[in-house]
């Protein structure tokens, strides 16, 4: 009897302890698990903003149109399908969705992917199966970069597909990291000012080319992934190097995120606030016939104004002169 007496004597103490720290875990578990699912929710709505507030500030996408998303397997052209077909289904206009994908026959890309995704998804679309690959082998010396010709190679058949099916627009997946990159690509190495337009036809002069995500950040679009558990498709099949430079300005980017927060988005911002006669462009501002007429002029220059970073002056303070 005293035995039974001592077992449960002691058993009680470590269950009464065992139940409440379970209690507590559970609960712990529960609020994580509730904040996770109000910031993906955050960033489902965060991103259906700014991809509707692209669509709307350059007019992408007009009732009636068929939309062909230009889907690579990677996360941005994703995140681009997954948001189009949401805002499809809350627009006030109609339009269609079809998805392509080029298979390049690039070696160890997974066929089957793309099309049971696209199945189950319930949306339409075609793959396109062209041989790029073995063309820009045979074109491209060994060790060099094959990204430039093998994009020239897709570029084409995308256009041709795009009028096969009937597409009015061709949506691509580039973000504002993309964008903001080949503008310092091209300023850095190319002596030009000049970005990735969120809106341009194409340099056959047939189509009308699209990028929605042109105010999403990259960091936004890779959260997007794992939340949505996209079968992503590795973009380095073909063994190509990663472009160098690209890779470099994308470093240089980050790090000033880290370091400078907000500069980022200035220079972003900067690239839709464009004062062509505070350049250098003469083909964009007549210089060569700019005349003094007596007319005030808001975009007129302060000649010698301060440094646009400098501390402004503090008026109103008494100075004391010097004697002489």
Same mark, same amino acid.
């Given at each position: 009897?005293?035995? +039974? %007496?001592?077992?449960?004597?002691?058993?009680?103490? +470590?269950t009464?302890?065992?139940? @409440?720290?379970?209690?507590?875990?559970?609960?712990l578990?529960?609020?994580?698990?509730?904040?996770?699912a109000l910031?993906?929710?955050?960033?489902?709505k965060?991103?259906?903003?700014?991809?509707?507030?692209?669509i709307?500030?350059?007019?992408?996408?007009?009732e009636?149109?068929?939309?062909?998303?230009?889907?690579?397997?990677?996360?941005?052209?994703? +995140?681009l399908?997954? %948001? #189009?077909?949401? #805002?499809?289904?809350?627009? @006030?206009?109609?339009? =269609?969705?079809?998805?392509?994908? #080029?298979?390049?026959?690039?070696?160890?890309?997974? @066929?089957e992917?793309l099309p049971?995704?696209?199945?189950?998804?319930?949306?339409?679309?075609?793959?396109?199966?062209? $041989?790029t690959?073995s /063309?820009v082998?045979r074109?491209?010396?060994?060790?060099k970069?094959?990204?430039?010709?093998?994009?020239?190679?897709?570029r084409?058949?995308?256009?041709r597909? +795009?009028?096969e099916?009937?597409?009015t627009?061709i949506?691509?997946?580039?973000h504002?990291?993309? /964008?903001?990159?080949?503008?310092?690509?091209?300023?850095?190495?190319? &002596?030009?000012l000049?970005?990735m *337009?969120?809106?341009?036809v194409?340099d056959?002069?047939k189509?009308?080319?699209?990028?929605?995500?042109?105010?999403?950040?990259e960091?936004d679009?890779?959260?997007?992934?794992?939340v949505?558990g996209?079968p992503? /498709?590795?973009c !380095?099949?073909?063994?190509?190097?990663?472009?160098?430079?690209?890779?470099?300005i994308?470093?240089?980017?980050? $790090?000033?995120d880290?370091k400078?927060?907000?500069?980022v988005?200035? %220079?972003f911002?900067?690239?839709?606030?464009?004062?062509?006669?505070?350049l250098m462009?003469?083909k964009?501002?007549?210089?060569?016939?700019?005349k003094? !007429?007596?007319?005030?002029? *808001?975009m &007129?220059?302060?000649?010698? =104004?301060e440094? @646009?970073?400098s501390? *402004?002056?503090?008026? &109103?303070?008494?100075? *004391?002169?010097?004697?002489v």
């Open positions: 009897m005293s035995e +039974a %007496i001592m077992e449960v004597t002691t058993a009680t103490p +470590a009464a302890v065992e139940i @409440p720290a379970n209690i507590e875990a559970q609960k578990a529960r609020k994580k698990a509730e904040k996770i910031e993906n929710n955050k960033l489902h965060r991103l259906c903003r700014l991809v509707g507030q692209a709307g500030d350059f007019n992408m996408i007009e009636g149109d068929k939309v062909m998303v230009c889907l690579s397997g990677g996360k941005d052209s994703y +995140a399908l997954d %948001i #189009l077909m949401t #805002l499809r289904e809350r627009a @006030p206009i109609h339009f =269609d969705i079809v998805v392509v994908n #080029l298979d390049q026959k690039q070696p160890n890309f997974p @066929p992917i049971a995704y696209l199945t189950e998804l319930g949306v339409a679309f075609h793959i396109e199966n062209q $041989d690959y /063309i082998k074109l491209i010396p060994e060790g970069t094959t990204c430039s010709l093998c994009s020239r190679l897709r084409g058949i995308l256009y597909v +795009a009028d099916l009937g597409a627009k949506a691509l997946g580039h504002r990291d993309d /964008i903001l990159e080949t503008f310092f690509l091209n300023m850095f190495f190319g &002596g030009k000049k970005g *337009p969120a809106k341009l194409s056959d002069g189509h009308m080319v699209i990028r929605p995500m042109a105010y999403v950040k960091e679009t890779e959260r997007y992934a794992e949505k996209f992503i /498709i590795p !380095d099949l073909c063994g190509s190097q990663e472009n160098l430079q690209r890779k470099q994308k470093a240089m980017m980050r $790090d000033w880290k400078f927060p907000g500069r988005e200035s %220079i911002s900067a690239m839709s606030n464009v004062a062509p006669s505070h462009d003469g964009l501002f007549g210089f060569t016939d700019l003094a !007429d007596g007319l005030a002029n *808001p &007129g220059d302060i000649a010698f =104004d440094e @646009p970073c501390t *402004p002056t503090t008026f &109103g303070a008494t100075i *004391p002169l010097q004697a």
